[in-house]
Nanobody
Framework: EVQLQASGGGLVQAGGSLRLSCATSGFTFDDYRIAWFREAPGKDREGLSCISTRDGRSYTSDSVKGRFTISKASADTVDLQMSSLKPEDTAVYYC???????????????WGQGTLVTVSS
């Protein structure tokens, strides 16, 4: 059974940093892409960054490029390092796995439960 567990969310002041982790199990890690998304209240789910765990190639959305960095942290974990956080980054953050190099939600078939990030001004 494919499982993803997102963690690391919390309350942080504007300008601060957080590192989110996505722990995975139940599939061959290097055969898939792992992506991070977020969903703010009243907004559509937004794709942030995607990484190929086999070769480390990644893509990051322009909306967070330069502030958010995706990385393969271990044999079964992908992290999202977030810095210079802004109040508008407040959202539930999700990780997902799929076969495409994409940040489009419909391309991903398995999702973690989400972790809440709140950025105070």
């Amino acid at each position: 059974e494919v499982q993803l567990q997102a963690s690391g969310g919390g309350l942080v002041q504007a300008g601060g940093s957080l590192r989110l982790s996505c722990a995975t199990s139940g599939f061959t890690f290097d055969d898939y892409r792992i992506a991070w998304f977020r969903e703010a209240p009243g907004k559509d789910r937004e794709g942030l960054s995607c990484i190929s765990t086999r070769d480390g190639r990644s893509y990051t959305s322009d909306s967070v490029k330069g502030r958010f960095t995706i990385s393969k942290a271990s044999a079964d974990t992908v992290d999202l390092q977030m810095s210079s956080l802004k109040p508008e980054d407040t959202a539930v953050y999700y990780c997902a796995t799929g076969v495409h190099a994409s940040t489009t939600a419909r391309d991903f078939t398995n999702w973690g439960q989400g972790t809440l990030v709140t950025v105070s001004s």
